[in-house]
């Protein structure tokens, strides 16, 4: 038999129990692995192995878990404290490219900030103290745009690739964790 990915959903544990139980109770000998599988689909309320099989196949696939880390990403993530926060500037460039994406959902779009409000966002973004670098890196990556001498910021529409984008997720989660 092929090895297949089964969700068994059990509503009272206590009672699958005691059905699992009174089963292996009534058996002479230990089951064989196909008889165990149909023990365990029987007391979670199915017939059999193949009617568990055909419940699953009604039911709508298990939503998407968060995308894995790559190690770059993974790299990045120990930059940032557990409220989300950067604690060091990277040394790496690529680790560094992460960092600043994480910067960018700080800011609402489609909203002119003033240097200072720039200055204060970041400075609740990162503690190291140089929110100079994290503004500028945020202008070179093309993230936000710099207008009228520097007077006015505002955020840009972008789109982060799937691996920052993981990288963002881990991040909402670990600041949701921490609150």
Not at 65 to 81: K, V
Request: include cysteine.
């Amino acid at each position: 038999m092929p090895a297949t990915t089964r969700r068994l959903v059990i509503e009272d544990l206590s009672a699958f129990t005691k059905a699992l139980r009174a089963q292996l109770q009534a058996a002479a000998t230990p089951p064989s692995h196909l008889a165990l599988m149909n023990l365990l689909a029987r007391a979670a309320g199915h017939r059999s192995v193949q009617a568990l099989d055909a419940a699953q196949a009604r039911l709508p696939p298990p939503p998407p878990g968060p995308a894995p880390l790559s190690e770059a990403a993974q790299r990045a993530l120990r930059q940032f404290d557990d409220q989300g926060r950067l604690m060091r500037w990277p040394t790496k460039f690529s680790t560094q490219r992460y960092a600043v994406w994480a910067m960018w959902p700080h800011f609402a779009a489609k909203r002119d900030y003033t240097e200072r409000e720039v200055g204060a966002i970041l400075n609740t973004a990162h503690t190291f103290g140089d929110h100079c670098t994290l503004r500028r890196e945020l202008i070179t990556m093309q993230l936000m745009a710099r207008e009228d001498g520097g007077r006015v910021y505002r955020k840009l529409a972008a789109r982060p690739e799937p691996d920052v984008a993981a990288l963002l997720a881990a991040l909402r989660a670990r600041q949701n964790a921490s609150t």
